[in-house]
């Protein structure tokens, strides 16, 4: 499978874009202004503790407080180790109000959601997280190879040994790019992670409240250090590939031949479509090749998808063309899921299939598909009204809240009230004013099609209305007003 990671560099934002065979698969959007926060470390101080939710809030210095479960609080042993084989405590045992508390973010903040927030510190290199506070060497779920696991984690206990020994303590995961590593490079990372912990302890005892303690690396680093081995990286600034190089030579050289600049007229984005791809990806409906076509809808609850067979009428029978439509729906779905990071409760309402091995294909259809997703996801079977239900973590805002903000005209709602509506609600408003006061003439200010309904359509009402209340009534445009805004005047 070919797989290039472009990477679009401006003074106002750093874009990331992971194409498989020719095709647009996720999108990473940092901007300058408005950076995530996911595996930034915080000093910061306890400000509510609520035992209701087993919860906290803490303000590290964000617009808003971040929110920590009780679960993600683990009290220290007497060796200043994680003890996680407690039950949850009473979040009233573990902080209190005032209290300084070092955490990490685990979740960006969404919507009107503070991030959430985690004691149970780590950071990251190229092919190991480090985790102070606990002793377990673990190895990434998505390595499969059961011999490949085994050796790794006989490699990483070897090579951490010594460190052991000297009191460095602290546990490892080893992440899914160090699947094939060779022992050099796994012991490579070893003492980097922990000089890195070790000036972030010094940091911490010295920090104020609220500070940050450890910002990740900026995006089109983390892209070397995180995203698996492509066969090409292209960035379109001289600037960042000279970062990217240096930090390649030293952290991640096998990836040093692949990083190549761009140095094309034509935007890098352009060249591989990937615009056109963004747009579309803010759109509803998607497009089947079959004739098909999915509806996606995201709220702050879920997010459901429609499956719809449209125009492909197929060639054989009602069940074949359903299945078919099902099948290259749920290989669309996956894609767009990681492609607009949709996450969190998602309801999948594919066409109803009779045959139940039809169902089953489909569902496998879509658990291989989603196996490439770096999210974790969850795939349950199909209930009884026929959905499927599934789970995809989320911990950064989906393309459409970091690209998009609420319609001002609709406030969101993703309608607004029809001219009809509104011109009825002109005629109470008025029957309100005139018994209220006593004047000879209204003055209405609405849009241009609201006017035009008042004038055309409701002509009679308006008449009838006139002589009802004994007063004339006066229609004027505005041209900056939205369908639904309008205004009376008493003259």
Same mark, same amino acid.
């Given at each position: 499978?070919?797989?290039?990671?472009?990477?679009?560099?401006?003074?106002?934002?750093?874009?990331?874009?992971?194409?498989?065979?020719?095709?647009?698969?996720?999108?990473?959007?940092?901007?300058?202004?408005?950076?995530?926060?996911?595996?930034?470390?915080?000093?910061?101080?306890?400000?509510?503790?609520? @035992?209701?939710?087993?919860?906290?809030?803490?303000?590290?210095?964000?617009?808003?407080?971040?929110?920590?479960?009780?679960?993600?609080?683990?009290?220290?042993?007497?060796?200043?180790?994680?003890?996680?084989?407690?039950?949850?405590?009473?979040?009233?045992?573990?902080?209190?109000?005032?209290?300084?508390?070092?955490?990490?973010?685990?979740?960006?903040?969404?919507?009107?959601?503070? #991030?959430?927030?985690?004691?149970?510190?780590?950071?990251?290199?190229?092919?190991?997280?480090?985790?102070?506070?606990?002793?377990?060497?673990?190895?990434?779920?998505?390595?499969?190879?059961?011999?490949?696991?085994?050796?790794?984690?006989?490699?990483?206990?070897?090579?951490?040994?010594?460190?052991?020994?000297?009191?460095?303590?602290?546990?490892?995961?080893?992440?899914?790019?160090?699947?094939?590593?060779?022992?050099?490079?796994?012991?490579?990372?070893?003492?980097?992670?922990?000089?890195?912990?070790?000036?972030?302890?010094?940091?911490?005892?010295?920090?104020?409240? @609220?500070?940050?303690?450890?910002?990740?690396?900026?995006?089109?680093?983390?892209?070397?250090?995180?995203?698996?081995?492509?066969?090409?990286?292209?960035?379109?600034?001289?600037?960042?590939?000279?970062?990217?190089?240096?930090?390649?030579?030293?952290?991640?050289?096998?990836?040093?031949?692949?990083?190549?600049?761009?140095?094309?007229?034509?935007?890098?984005?352009?060249?591989?479509?990937?615009?056109?791809?963004?747009?579309? #990806?803010?759109?509803?409906?998607?497009?089947?090749?079959?004739?098909?076509?999915?509806?996606?809808?995201?709220?702050? #609850?879920?997010?459901?998808?429609?499956?719809?067979?449209?125009a492909f009428v197929g060639h054989r029978n009602l069940e074949e063309t359903i299945f078919k439509t099902n099948l290259e729906a749920a290989t669309v779905i996956a894609r767009q899921l990681r492609l607009r990071n949709l996450g969190g409760i998602i309801i999948l309402d594919f066409i109803d299939m009779q045959d139940l091995e039809h169902q089953r294909q489909v569902l496998r259809t879509l658990e291989k598909m989603t196996?490439?997703?770096?999210?974790?996801?969850?795939?349950?079977?199909?209930?009884?009204?026929?959905?499927?239900?599934?789970?995809?973590?989320?911990?950064?805002?989906?393309?459409?809240?970091?690209?998009?903000?609420?319609?001002?005209?609709?406030?969101?709602?993703?309608?607004?009230?029809?001219?009809?509506?509104?011109?009825?609600?002109?005629?109470?408003?008025?029957?309100?004013?005139?018994? #209220?006061?006593?004047?000879?003439?209204?003055?209405?200010?609405?849009?241009?099609?609201?006017?035009?309904?008042?004038?055309?359509?409701?002509?009679?009402?308006?008449?009838?209305?006139?002589?009802?209340?004994?007063?004339?009534?006066?229609?004027?445009?505005?041209?900056?007003?939205?369908?639904?805004?309008?205004?009376?005047?008493?003259?």
């Open positions: 499978m070919s797989e290039d990671i472009l990477v679009n560099v401006s003074p106002t934002e750093t874009r990331v874009a992971l194409v498989e065979n020719g095709m647009l698969q996720e999108v990473y959007i940092e901007r300058t202004q408005r950076k995530g926060f996911v595996g930034n470390i915080f000093k910061g101080k306890v400000v509510r503790v609520l @035992p209701g939710m087993q919860a906290a809030f803490v303000d590290i210095g964000l617009e808003r407080a971040g929110f920590i479960h009780a679960a993600d609080i683990a009290p220290l042993d007497e060796e200043g180790m994680e003890d996680r084989q407690r039950d949850v405590a009473d979040i009233r045992l573990l902080v209190r109000e005032g209290q300084s508390l070092v955490v990490q973010v685990a979740k960006d903040p969404i919507s009107t959601k503070g #991030a959430r927030l985690t004691t149970h510190l780590s950071v990251s290199s190229r092919y190991l997280v480090y985790m102070p506070y606990t002793r377990h060497i673990g190895i990434s779920a998505r390595i499969d190879d059961e011999a490949e696991r085994e050796r790794l984690k006989a490699l990483v206990e070897e090579c951490t040994a010594p460190f052991q020994e000297s009191a460095k303590g602290g546990g490892f995961i080893v992440r899914t790019v160090a699947e094939g590593a060779s022992e050099d490079e796994l012991r490579a990372d070893i003492p980097f992670l922990y000089k890195l912990w070790g000036e972030l302890e010094n940091k911490i005892k010295h920090s104020k409240v @609220p500070d940050v303690v450890y910002e990740d690396l900026p995006l089109y680093l983390r892209t070397l250090r995180d995203l698996a081995r492509p066969e090409k990286i292209r960035v379109d600034s001289r600037e960042a590939l000279g970062r990217m190089l240096e930090f390649a030579d030293e952290y991640a050289p096998e990836t040093k031949p692949l990083i190549e600049h761009y140095p094309g007229e034509r935007p890098l984005f352009d060249l591989y479509s990937v615009e056109d791809e963004i747009q579309k #990806a803010l759109e509803k409906k998607v497009q089947l090749k079959s004739g098909g076509y999915l509806i996606i809808e995201q709220t702050e #609850a879920m997010v459901t998808i429609d499956v719809n067979t449209g196996d490439r997703d770096r999210a974790k996801t969850k795939v349950t079977g199909v209930s009884e009204l026929g959905l499927v239900e599934m789970t995809r973590k989320r911990t950064r805002e989906s393309l459409e809240q970091v690209l998009c903000e609420a319609c001002s005209v609709c406030d969101g709602r993703g309608t607004v009230r029809s001219a009809e509506t509104i011109c009825f609600e002109v005629f109470r408003e008025i029957l309100r004013e005139a018994r #209220a006061y006593d004047n000879e003439k209204f003055l209405v200010l609405a849009s241009q099609v609201v006017i035009d309904r008042l004038l055309d359509e409701e002509s009679a009402n308006v008449s009838d209305l006139e002589e009802f209340i004994g007063c004339s009534i006066q229609f004027q445009v505005e041209s900056v007003y939205s369908q639904e805004q309008y205004d009376i005047i008493l003259v």
